[in-house]
């Protein structure tokens, strides 16, 4: 299992540490005047920048510039991400948890899930995704749970 889960680093903070099967992995730095933030992993360098006509559109951009992944929705109760030249969908199947659901075929493959808002905790098992990408799935969502 490799789930990722991501822990405010104090009660005010809005940095977390996301970690790995409980092996630290990088730390989400949000921008408080743009609405994404960045990231550091494996030595590479990873910026979300958020848009759209609602906030719910998401860009994972690499230190090159280049465009890693698009979310389209996020936090809606249908949602897409695409990467790799790869459309998945994502769902939310009930509105008072916070909880989203990847699919292939209508069937359940992964989820992200809001552990505790209490303590800032959430966590991503979404297999198949390249590891930056289940990072910025996860922060992206963290940023739309922060708001509500």
């Given at each position: ?43 590479c ?32 109760a249908?949602?897409?991400?695409d ?60 940023g ?5």
């Amino acid at each position: 299992m490799r789930v990722l889960r991501a822990s405010r680093m104090g009660l005010l903070s809005t940095r977390y540490e996301i970690a790995q099967d409980g092996t630290p992995l990088c730390v989400w730095k949000p921008s408080a005047f743009i609405g994404g933030g960045s990231f550091v992993l494996d030595g590479c360098r990873y910026d979300v920048a958020r848009g759209g006509w609602s906030w719910r559109r998401f860009r994972l951009v690499d230190e090159r510039g280049e465009l890693v992944a698009l979310a389209d929705g996020v936090g809606r109760a249908e949602w897409t991400l695409d990467t790799d030249g790869v459309t998945h969908a994502f769902e939310r199947p009930s509105l008072i948890r916070h909880e989203h659901v990847l699919t292939v075929a209508g069937s359940p493959v992964g989820t992200v899930r809001r552990v505790s808002a209490w303590r800032g905790e959430a966590e991503a098992d979404l297999p198949g995704l390249p590891v930056p990408v289940q990072v910025f799935v996860l922060v992206s969502l963290l940023g739309v749970w922060d708001e509500d």
